[in-house]
């Protein structure tokens, strides 16, 4: 059985590294211009949206439904700065890492959770194998560390979450769920036929996994999620031994049955936040300091007042959510996001998507061009 050489959910090298320096790089023009190709000559992958100074100058296929990998993450960082706004949780409370590591799965998060435990020790952030629930967050969206964002959907609770759906105004968001947990429903579905050879038993978990509805899958990740969360001693996982049967198809069909939404809709939240009329200063003092990490690099810090970030992506998917205000006062919202994307295609549109990002934010001239060869248009296939 072939296994899969890429991991699910691996923007953390793109959201860490390459952000942060996307405003440093030299002689890009040629990769900002390879993102402009791909998106008018491949319709069928792409979902993208543009907007500068609160009106819309591009959108192409912006209501099609697209799987937001670890995009949703924003939805859980909003939650979270509500809740510390309102008291309900302290960002200086300290936890348990072993209460975290619990939903840690080792080798399905890009190497993000590992990455993530070197910076705090490299930061002194560690205390009593302990750290604060603002790193918890931070390293969500910084690290895109999945284990993190199943705490905080445990802390904060799923009910809360997705109730801003409806109160922002997202008519086409799917419910925000246990997404790295749903990575071991396979596991109890092959548990139904215990007595068959394992080839068979995984057979029928893909073709159960391809008909099950979305709320079925949606109940299956709750599930395992509260199995990872009761894993005190890791003994489930050792016993899941996902290495052992984990393979591209899985990695496909569980990448097709992550949260989806559209640009649109990412478009209306960031443009949201962005304004700074919708959430109290409150919000945004916790949101900033979660959301906005590509700050911390001193030439981002020259160029504007608020520039925040997160990708996401799979094997198959890869998405870029960004807002951002210059010291001209201009705003701008970029949302990306892509699907079923060829292994040389997703290699290209990685290597040039920082030079496209830059091209938009910092050259007017670039962000007309984008805007009067893709324009406004949502036809095609939702």
Do not use: C
Not at 66 to 73: D, E, T
Not at 158 to 173: E, F, Q, R, V, W
Not at 341 to 368: C, D, H, M, W
């Amino acid at each position: 059985m072939k296994k899969s050489k890429l991991i699910l959910y691996s923007m953390a090298s793109i959201t860490v590294v390459s952000i942060a320096a996307v405003f440093l790089f030299s002689n890009i023009n040629k990769g900002e211009e390879a993102v402009l190709r791909f998106i008018k000559k491949h319709p069928e992958n792409v979902s993208f949206t543009l907007i500068h100074n609160e009106e819309v100058v591009a959108a192409y296929h912006s209501n099609r439904m697209m799987p937001l990998a670890s995009v949703v993450k924003i939805m859980v960082a909003l939650e979270y700065a509500q809740q510390a706004a309102d008291g309900k949780i302290s960002p200086h409370e300290y936890v348990k890492l072993a209460d975290i590591d619990k939903y840690y799965i080792p080798k399905l998060d890009g190497g993000a959770q590992p990455e993530w435990g070197e910076s705090l020790k490299s930061r002194k952030l560690i205390k009593d194998d302990s750290v604060a629930l603002e790193e918890v967050a931070k390293g969500m969206i910084d690290f895109s560390s999945n284990a993190n964002m199943e705490y905080l959907i445990e802390r904060l609770g799923m009910d809360p979450i997705n109730s801003n759906i409806a109160k922002l105004g997202l008519t086409n968001h799917q419910k925000v769920f246990p997404i790295y947990s749903s990575l071991l429903i396979p596991y109890e579905i092959m548990q139904k036929n215990p007595d068959l050879p394992q080839e068979e038993r995984i057979k029928k978990a893909k073709e159960e996994l391809r008909t099950m509805s979305q709320e079925q899958f949606q109940t299956f990740a709750i599930q395992q999620h509260e199995k990872l969360k009761n894993d005190v001693d890791g003994s489930y996982k050792r016993t899941a031994a996902i290495e052992e049967w984990y393979d591209e198809e899985f990695d496909k069909i569980l990448s097709d049955r992550m949260v989806a939404s559209t640009t649109e809709d990412y478009g209306l939240l960031l443009s949201k936040i962005n304004s700074r009329t919708t959430f109290s200063p409150q919000v945004h003092q916790h949101l900033d300091a979660v959301m906005e990490g590509p700050m911390q690099n001193p030439a981002n810090k020259e160029s504007f007042k608020h520039l925040g970030f997160k990708g996401g992506s799979t094997n198959y998917v890869l998405n870029t959510a960004m807002y951002a205000v210059d010291k001209d006062n201009q705003s701008t919202e970029i949302l990306l996001f892509t699907n079923n994307l060829e292994s040389k295609e997703y290699q290209n549109f990685s290597k040039n998507i920082n030079a496209f990002l830059n091209g938009v934010l910092t050259k007017p001239e670039f962000r007309k061009k984008v805007s009067d060869q893709i324009g406004v248009m949502n036809e095609g296939p939702r």
